[in-house]
């Protein structure tokens, strides 16, 4: 997928990335272990701090989970991009259009003040009585429909 940008400012506050190596490394660790945490299905989970970047690699079950991952790491405060050097096991279910590479592909949208997934899914969809579909695409890392910030990045899945 390669480099996806991010607001630094905005996202999980892990309160560790303050430039210096020791701060890159605590990072790394909490980023995985917050991907580890959500339960996504993901061998060989790699992810490696420079600066503001995140370098992830490992192999995801479905191109929805890698999305997914990258999300994660890309939705924490202090990081800026993450490259997204993931591949997805042979077979997996959906399609790389599905995922981010061509017709129908996934997109993606950056949180403004006053979003709501019902807007969000107005301007995706044209129908915000779609905002379900949203929600679906960014769980686990959403809790709660009404539970969005300004600055976060959210999976916007083609419609079936």
């Keep these: 997928m ?62 929805a989970e890698k999305e997914k991952v990258v999300l994660v790491a890309g939705n924490t405060q202090g990081i800026g991009g993450v490259d997204d050097q993931m591949t997805v096991k042979a077979g997996a279910e959906g399609t790389a259009d599905e995922a981010g590479g061509g017709v129908g592909a996934a997109s993606y949208h950056t949180v403004e003040s006053g979003d709501t997934l019902s807007a969000i899914s107005k301007k995706a969809y044209g129908d915000p009585n779609k905002y379900n579909v949203i929600f679906e695409a960014n769980k686990p890392m959403l809790k709660h429909p009404d539970k969005i910030y300004p600055g976060q990045v959210l999976r916007i899945p083609p419609l079936a």
Excluded at 34 to 53: A, K, P, Q, S
Aim: hydrophobic fraction near 40%; charged fraction near 25%; charge should be negative.
């Design 2 to 63: 390669g480099l996806i940008s991010f607001l630094k400012s905005a996202g999980e506050k892990l309160g560790i990335i303050d430039g210096d190596d020791n701060s890159a490394e605590a990072a790394t660790k909490k980023i995985e272990e917050m991907i580890e945490g959500y339960g996504f299905d993901v061998e060989n989970l790699n992810v490696t701090i420079t600066g503001d970047t995140a370098l992830i690699t490992g192999e995801a079950a479905s191109f």
